[in-house]
């Protein structure tokens, strides 16, 4: 009935004002996977999710989850997701224990069942000590946690996440990138927003890329790296004069031709061999006696995709770039 | 993955399920004033302290038209803007809800939408009658005395129902305003809402154009009614809506239900929007 996909939407639209939130927005899940949608503030990932979750309805196209119908089956599409929005939809004077009852309760398991799925869930996201505490006590990776088994009562069939890690701190991305996973290893198919490149990449088999409301690219994560050409070793000389020499010496290390910037006085090339590239680099402009100002490694960013991809960047960095 | 069996729920009817979610919604919110006993000892702390400073202190230089005893005409006054207040805790739990994602988890949910509202409504009218009998047993211990029967609970339920109708007043204006913040600003609106009324003063004692706007405010018929009810002084006025007090007690509220209730479930159905 499905073939196979958990989400499948042709040619969303969605219309806010004279916004186009949604411009024939295409997509298509694979059951059993995290797929992520990757797109900066404002390209319409957000408006995607609300609409196959069924908070807010579309002006055009189609979309299904778990093959049903959002728009016309909405009340059996509601029992077959989950949803883990930008603002840890959980309530903060609860504790964690009375927060997973109440949904469960909401999701009508009744009340035996809901409290035994409260306990079960509580052990499995590591929050058993907190169990009985208020959830405005909670750090925001466990509030993401918390966030998180709610949206897992009923083992749903889909589970969007809308910027789980956005606002968290490294440690507490990690945890909750690791429930991710075990989730998934369940066998629950996954829809997850990020603006990073690296959430998507260390989390998703299949990346959608998101821009004015339009699908721009639906690739694996290596094949957005490869499009982008991975990490890049990035060097700023002191001396104008400095850069040609800069170029050659990062023209030995790198696996592409070096780019050099002679108003920056930056020069930054692809490379594979990492820390080697860094060292080699670093260690020959010293013998050399040229004046470094910065070096180092960069992974290829959100924007990186977008300016390949795209021609131009995303907005944030097109609105730094305007304030510098 | 669970050991438990998480398919369908038990087989029940529509109903059962709008009522059992609004329960559980109610469930919820009297769960928070357990959670938090501070938060209704501040909602009746303002009431409370009005008893205490307008009985006390300014209790023997007011005076109430048509002779009585100030306190007397107080109390009922005190009980009307405790429901009066009562719409601004509406407001500020729904926008809380609605500007944290609560709302938006439960619409995502099989659940009966109707529910969130609903259940928002029960709960407000529990907590509204647990301060009612508080501030009444204050009263009580001040030396106030109603008459009992038949009028004292019709009293009481002029009082709920004038809480009734601004639940939805609470509800719109909680799923209008944008941030927790600016519903707090809700009170300054309240406040001198609640004063241009007959609650502390009797309207014929107040200039002619300010007496007029304070005898049609609707929330002096729901006190002059109510002070009628419990054999207390009324403070008389001779224009219609005073005349006509226990009528409008039942009228006002009904015209803002009609109102507010239809806005507020709009306001509701544009979150879809």
């Known amino acids: 009935m499905n073939d196979g996909y958990a989400v499948r939407a042709e040619a969303l639209e969605k219309r806010y004002g004279e916004k186009r939130a949604l411009d024939g927005f295409d997509l298509a899940v694979r059951e059993g996977t995290v797929h992520g949608l990757l797109g900066p503030n404002g390209a319409g990932k957000t408006t995607a999710v609300r609409i196959l979750s069924t908070l807010v309805r579309l002006d055009g196209g189609r979309a299904t989850v778990a093959g049903l119908d959002v728009a016309r089956q909405a009340r059996e599409v509601r029992a077959r997701i989950g949803l883990t929005g930008q603002y840890a939809a959980v309530d903060e ?62 083992a749903p069939a889909v589970l969007f996440l ?90 030995r290390v790198a696996d592409g031709e070096p780019e050099s910037d002679d108003t920056e006085l930056r020069v930054h090339a692809p490379v594979s061999d990492r820390v080697a590239a860094l060292t080699e680099v670093a260690r020959t402009l010293q013998d050399e006696g040229v004046r470094v100002e910065d070096i180092g490694l960069r992974r290829p960013s959100l924007d990186d995709v977008f300016l390949r991809l795209t021609g131009h960047r995303t907005d944030v960095a097109r609105t730094k770039e305007a304030a510098a | 993955m669970s050991a438990l069996d998480l398919t369908g729920p038990a087989a029940h009817g529509r109903t059962y399920w709008v009522l059992a979610d609004c329960w559980n919604i109610v469930r919820r919110g009297l769960t928070h004033y357990r959670r938090q006993p501070v938060n ?89 009658c647990a301060e009612l009998a508080i501030m009444m047993l204050t009263a009580l211990a001040m030396g106030w005395r109603p008459d009992g029967g038949w009028g004292f609970l019709a009293a009481f339920g002029l009082l709920l129902w004038l809480r009734f109708a601004l639940i939805w007043i ?104």
Not at chain 1, 104 to 120: I, P, Q, V, Y
Not at chain 1, 145 to 152: F, I, P, T, V
Not at chain 2, 80 to 94: D, K, L, S
Not at chain 2, 238 to 257: F, K, R, Y
């Open chain 2, 170 to 273: 609470g509800v719109w204006l909680g799923l209008l305003v944008p941030n927790p913040e600016a519903a707090g600003g809700l009170f300054a609106v309240a406040f001198p809402l609640t004063m241009i009324s007959s609650i502390f003063v009797a309207p014929q004692l107040m200039p002619d154009w300010l007496g007029w706007v304070a005898a049609w405010n609707p929330i002096s018929s729901t006190a002059a009614a109510a002070r009628d009810l419990f054999g207390t002084p009324v403070g008389g006025g001779d224009s219609w809506v005073e005349q006509h007090a226990l009528l409008m007690a039942g009228v006002w509220p009904l015209v803002l239900t009609a109102v507010f209730l239809p806005l507020a479930v709009r306001r509701f159905q544009r979150l879809s929007r």
């Open chain 1, 162 to 251: 809308d910027e789980p890690t956005t606002g968290l701190d490294p440690r507490s991305r990690g945890e909750v990138w690791e429930a991710v996973r075990a989730l998934v290893a369940d066998g629950t198919t996954v829809l997850l927003t990020t603006q990073y490149l690296e959430e998507a990449d260390k989390l998703a088999s299949r990346i959608t890329v998101i821009d004015q409301g339009r699908a721009i690219a639906d690739d694996t994560p290596d094949g957005l790296k490869n499009l982008v050409g991975g990490d890049r070793i990035e060097v700023v000389v002191a001396e104008r004069s400095d850069v040609p020499r800069a170029v050659k010496v990062v023209a």
């Open chain 2, 40 to 128: 209704i000892a501040w909602q009746l702390g303002f009431p409370i302290l009005s008893v205490l400073l307008y009985g006390y202190v300014f209790g023997s230089a007011m005076k109430v038209p048509g002779g009585g005893d100030y306190q007397d005409f107080l109390m009922p006054g005190m009980f009307v803007m405790t429901m009066a207040f009562g719409f601004i805790n509406t407001a500020t739990v729904v926008v809380y809800d609605s500007t944290k994602g609560v709302i938006d988890r439960f619409r995502s949910m099989p659940m009966a939408s109707s529910a969130v509202v609903a259940g928002r409504g029960v709960t407000d009218l529990v907590v509204a």
């Open chain 1, 93 to 154: 004077v609860l504790t964690g224990r009375q927060n997973l009852e109440m949904f469960g309760r909401l999701f009508h398991l009744g009340g035996r069942r809901a409290r035994a799925r409260a306990t079960e869930l509580l052990e499995r996201f590591d929050l058993t000590d907190a169990a009985d505490k208020g959830v405005g006590g909670y750090s925001g990776g466990m509030r993401r946690r918390l966030d998180l088994a709610a949206s897992m009562i009923l």
